[in-house]
C-alpha cells in the first residue's frame, strides 16, 4: 500500500511569489490534514480535510493560504504572496473515519523562502 | 499557546539502557496521547498511544505511561537500539482530529 506523498521535496522561492505544495493521501482516508513545523519548533496543525470538505481550517495562518481537496482526492495549498515567516517544512497526513486512527504522514515539504 | 511540551530537546543513552522522554499537556480537555518518531527528512510515524481512560499502555520495547492529574505522560524504551536514534514527538487530542504537538526530543543511542 503507497503512503502519503508529498510534492515537491524541496522548493526555494522569492518573497512575494507564489507556491503550491500537493498531497496524495493514502487511498481510501476520508480524513487529511496539513501540519507545519517551522525552525525545529513543535508541529503545528494547519487544518483539516473530511472528503473535499473543510472540517477545521482553524490552524491557517492568514488568508495567503488557501487550501483545496479536489474530488476529495488529493489536496493543494497554496501560499500567495509568501512570506519570509513561511519558512519550514509542511506536512501533510491522512487517517480513516475515526479521530483516534492513526494519522499516516507523509514526508513533508520544505519550503524556503528568501 | 503551545499546550504540549517536551522540555528535553535531546537525551544520549547507552545502547541496552533505558530512554525515559517526558512530556507535559496543559489542557485538561485533551484524551488522547500519542508518540511519533521521527527520522531525517522523512515524515512522523505512529509509534504508540493511550487513552485517557488507562494510565499505561505497552507494545513491545515501548510503554507509555499517563498521569493525568499531572498532566504528564512519558515514553520508555527498553533496551535501547541504534535504530531508535530518531526524534521523537509527544501529541495529543481532545477528542477531535486536530493534534496537538510538542517541539520534539533528540534521542541519540551511543553504541
Keep these: 500500500e503507497a503512503g502519503v506523498t508529498q510534492f515537491p521535496s524541496h522548493s526555494v522561492i522569492e518573497k512575494g511569489q507564489t507556491v503550491t505544495l500537493r498531497c496524495d ?3 481510501g482516508h476520508d480524513n487529511l490534514y496539513w501540519y507545519r513545523r517551522v525552525m525545529g519548533k513543535e508541529i503545528k496543525f494547519l487544518l483539516h480535510f473530511v472528503k473535499e470538505s473543510k472540517q477545521d481550517e482553524s490552524g491557517m495562518p492568514n488568508n495567503r493560504f488557501l487550501a483545496e481537496r479536489t474530488g476529495g482526492t488529493y489536496s ?17 497526513a491522512s487517517s480513516y473515519g475515526r479521530h483516534t486512527d492513526t494519522q499516516y504522514f507523509g514526508p513533508g515539504t520544505r519550503l524556503t523562502v528568501l | 499557546d503551545q499546550q504540549v511540551k517536551q522540555n528535553s530537546p535531546s537525551l544520549s543513552v547507552q545502547e541496552g539502557r533505558i530512554s525515559i522522554l517526558n512530556c507535559d499537556y496543559t489542557n485538561s480537555m485533551f484524551d488522547y496521547f500519542l508518540w ?23 507494545d513491545g520495547r515501548f510503554t507509555v505511561f499517563l498521569n493525568k492529574s499531572a498532566k504528564h505522560l512519558s515514553l520508555h524504551i527498553v533496551p535501547s537500539q541504534p535504530g531508535d536514534s530518531a526524534v521523537y514527538f509527544c501529541a495529543a487530542s481532545a477528542n477531535d482530529y486536530k493534534l ?12
Design chain 1, 25 to 27: 493521501p493514502i487511498s
Design chain 1, 76 to 92: 493543494t495549498l497554496k501560499v500567495q504572496p509568501a512570506e519570509l515567516e513561511d519558512s519550514g517544512v509542511y506536512f501533510c
Design chain 2, 36 to 58: 511519533y518518531k521521527k527520522y531525517p527528512a522523512e515524515g512522523p510515524t505512529f509509534l504508540i498511544s493511550i487513552s485517557s481512560i488507562k494510565d499505561k499502555n505497552e
Design chain 2, 100 to 111: 496537538s504537538f510538542g517541539a520534539g526530543t533528540t534521542v541519540t543511542v551511543r553504541a
